[in-house]
């Protein structure tokens, strides 16, 4: 599947764009630095009689102790027992400087996170306007099938927060959740995302750029200086042309001549 990466190519943007082709870098960005700012926000439920949230703690605390290989690490499950018997009470679990910590905590490991986001579609009006400037720009087109970066995964749209019981997640799966939740408004953009655990670049494989679509509204200029880089580089993608249809609110890809 050809995952596509939408860039601007101006004055300001270009010497970071033409990064991805002379040095085969993306760049995994903050979650605080997207343009949505309920992207990334951690909403959390802490309700539940204290039988119920002990049974919930003991398997987050169970969980947290396993490899992500699901080797097992060291804590048993008597001795996830007995340190949730002994942490939770009554008073512990309406304790708002705890919760409120927790909170915090997991929105900060959120916020350290990464994240490339990608979308499986080259030709939506709206991202050509507002990832390139006004059609300006470049369309990277990826398959990353033989590289060592994260798998990407698809985001789910919906209308609200999930619905996330504090209790039972350990902070890294409830990150992992919220990482992949975006508003249903963004749904046009179909958007796949990498993570990786800190803000920064990972480089990828000669043969993983695919496709380079050139914006409809870009000089002939940049154009050549893309495909000039590209052959310095190594790289053999194919170049194609987005092109604004005559008759319909549209717009068509096809090869660059």
């Known amino acids: 599947m050809i995952l596509y990466k939408f860039r601007n190519y101006t004055e300001a943007t270009k010497k970071r764009t033409l990064e991805i082709i002379n040095k085969q870098e993306l760049f995994f960005a903050g979650i605080e630095s997207f343009n949505d700012p309920f992207d990334g926000r951690v909403h959390l439920q802490f309700y539940g009689k204290i039988n119920e949230i002990k049974a919930a703690q003991i398997r987050a605390q169970y969980t947290m102790n396993l490899k992500k290989e699901d080797k097992f690490e060291g804590i048993t499950f008597e001795a996830a027992q007995k340190l949730v018997t002994e942490k939770i009470t009554d008073e512990y679990i309406i304790n708002q400087e705890e919760i409120g910590a ?42 990353f099938n033989c590289d060592t970066l994260p798998k990407a995964k698809k985001v789910k749209y919906q209308t609200h927060y999930d619905d996330i019981w504090g209790w039972l997640y350990t902070d890294e799966e409830i990150v992992d959740r919220i990482l992949y939740s975006k508003s249903i408004d963004w749904v046009y953009e179909d958007e796949h995302r990498m993570v990786r ?37 190594g790289l053999n993608p194919i170049f194609k042309q987005a092109i604004l249809d005559v008759k319909l609110f549209k717009i068509n890809i096809e090869d660059f001549k």
């Open 102 to 143: 927790r909170i915090s905590r997991i929105q900060k490991a959120h916020n350290s996170k990464g994240v490339l986001a990608l979308s499986s579609k080259n030709d939506n009006i709206l991202m050509w306007s507002h990832y390139t400037f006004n059609h300006k720009g470049v369309c990277f087109g990826f398959e």
């Open 197 to 233: 655990d800190t803000i920064g670049v990972e480089t990828f494989s000669l043969d993983s750029l695919k496709e380079i679509v050139f914006g409809s509204m870009m000089s002939r200029e940049d154009k050549l200086e893309i495909i000039d880089e590209c052959k310095k580089n």
